[in-house]
């Protein structure tokens, strides 16, 4: 039987970093390809926008600091991947403080970003 050479599996910084890069690539091209729009609906179904949904929750800190970074329209994706929405109807609508209020949660459940 002929030798199969195995690929070594990624460490564990390796795996880290190469879900940073990817985040970073995909919500590059999400904002790209959004431009100025405010239709939610276009913001939410942009492929590269569902792709990082699909990358689960190692994906949750690198939203969180994107978030805390710049604020912007990142609640639907942490919706989809955690479950939760510490989002308030008082708050619904208000950028900043719907941010903030991500970042607490993301505080309180132990996220590191």
Avoid: C
Avoid at 9 to 15: N, Q, S, T
Avoid at 27 to 32: H, I, L, S, V
Avoid at 68 to 82: K, S, V
């Amino acid at each position: 039987m002929p030798d199969i050479p195995l690929k070594e599996a990624p460490k564990p910084a390796d795996a880290a970093a190469s879900i940073a890069e990817k985040f970073n690539r995909l919500a590059g091209q999400w904002k790209a390809n959004r431009g100025p729009t405010s239709s939610l609906t276009k913001i939410a179904n942009d492929p590269a926008y569902l792709e990082i949904i699909l990358m689960g929750d190692p994906v949750v800190p690198h939203i969180l600091a994107s978030l805390e970074a710049e604020p912007d329209l990142w609640f639907a994706a942490l919706r989809r991947i955690t479950g939760e929405n510490p989002i308030t109807s008082d708050i619904q609508g208000d950028l900043h403080a719907m941010t903030q209020a991500w970042l607490k949660w993301g505080r309180a459940n132990n996220v590191r970003w």
